[in-house]
């Protein structure tokens, strides 16, 4: 099949590899001139384990191609997928679906007879609806179909979650249409379920998975803090519950809060559908407000732990990312939690593996390092805000050798807290009691 991915992000280049590496034709459109010379030269503009070799392999064969040139990309393209992003308008909460509707206005004179236009990126109900109107408005005699197809993979893990997804969600009226959509996942997923479904619906999985998943992460979030009041261990209570596999052990790892490019924006767009619509998403809306609370609270977990006053101290925090194994540092809750200290006067150190080109557009007066010794040596307090393996192998005993005080922060239960305490740390941690 041959195929147009419009943006050149998380999902579209992802999406993008995983369709050639099933052996379709497949070019990746980017605005960006510099990811796409990047791309051009085997550069990837974001860092995804894996990615730079699958892109390599199919660049290599001929099936992946990278150009600026929106139009010659869709002219012969039998599906265009539009995986641009679709971020949070400043202040208002709702998804900005500018980048959306300029790629429709863009690909809709030049599509194929028949093309169909497939938005994998995250919009609220009834955009698929309007992108339909756009483009029957520039081009009213061809036909097209506008499907909705929402990706559902998390960065870090964007190939295994593409290549192997619990479903793929369609959502499409036509039956021509559906069956290419159909051809080109049944080909290559085999027993995967494809949920088809109509368009109005598929946006709307979209939004209600993520808000599930975020109100999973904000329920755990709340129960650690109930076990750290009462003495009991949130991990084992995670596992307790989660074995029942109608609640189920993921997305129940207690945190300093949910962040990330996907979570933060959808469920505060998915609240914005429903006041439109004139809804009360109570529990939506509680989530939102719990997480933020949550965030801020961090930096008073780690004032408490060095005894009630950050001034003057310095704080190394290891890890940047709102995950590991992602470069991504949109909405990462070490933001919010660096800012908190430094105003408490903290003197700030931090080590990312990768995301500290990134962290260093979102922080200021930071110093970001690329080893995590170095990022400790003098500190007063030692932070774990992103749980990289790097991290998880740090040797706890050389970490105490240099820092100024043995002060553990970890805010991912990243470590065995009997391990930390034995190199010498005092320990705090999330959900239980760190009285090591
Ligand atoms: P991103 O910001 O990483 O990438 C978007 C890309 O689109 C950018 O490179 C930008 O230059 C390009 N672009 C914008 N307008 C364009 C146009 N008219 N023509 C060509 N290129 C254009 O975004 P992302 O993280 O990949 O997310 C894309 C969408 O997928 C969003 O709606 C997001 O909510 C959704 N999503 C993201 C994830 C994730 O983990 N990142 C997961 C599932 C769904």
Known sequence: MKIAVIGTGYVGLVSGTCFAEWGHEV???????????????????????????????????GRLSFTCDLVAAVTNA??????????????????DLSFVYMAAREMAPFLAE?????????????????????IAHIRPYGSFSVASNPEFLREGVAIGDFLQPDRVVIGIEDGRARAVMAALYEGSLGATPLVFTDRRTSELIKYASNAFLATKITFINELAD????????VGELALGI????????????????????????????????????????????????????????MALKVIEAVGGDVDGLTVAVLGLTFKPDT????????????ETLQRYGAVVRAYDPVGT???????????????????????????????????????LSRLRRLVRAPVLIDLRNAFEPGAASAAGFHVSVIGHRSDH
């Open 226 to 233: 109930l076990c750290e009041k009462v003495g009991s261990n």
């Open 27 to 61: 070019v990746c459109v980017d605005k960006n001139s510099d990811k796409i010379a990047g791309l051009k030269k085997g550069r990837l503009p974001i860092y995804e384990p894996d990615l730079d070799k699958m892109v390599a392999r199919n660049h290599a064969a």
């Open 357 to 395: 080109e990134n962290a260093a557009r979102l922080l200021e007066e930071v110093t970001l390092l690329d080893d995590p010794y170095e990022c400790v040596r003098d500190a007063d307090a030692v932070v774990v805000m992103t749980e990289w393996d790097s991290i998880r192998r740090i040797d």
């Open 327 to 338: 470069d991504d540092m949109r909405e990462a809750p070490s933001v919010p939690l660096i």
């Open 78 to 95: 039998q599906v265009v997928f539009i995986a641009v992003g679709t971020p949070s308008r400043p202040g208002q909460g709702d998804a």
């Open 114 to 134: 028949g093309a169909i236009v497939a938005v994998k990126s995250t919009v609220p109900v009834g955009t698929g609806d309007a992108v339909e109107k756009i």
């Open 242 to 297: 989660g074995l029942d596999r109608r609640i189920g052990t993921r997305f129940l790892n207690a945190g300093p809060g949910y962040g990330g490019s996907c979570f933060p924006k959808d469920t505060l767009a998915l609240l914005r559908t429903a006041q439109d619509y004139g809804v009360v998403l109570r529990i939506v809306e509680e989530t939102i407000v719990a997480n933020e609370a949550r965030k801020r609270k």
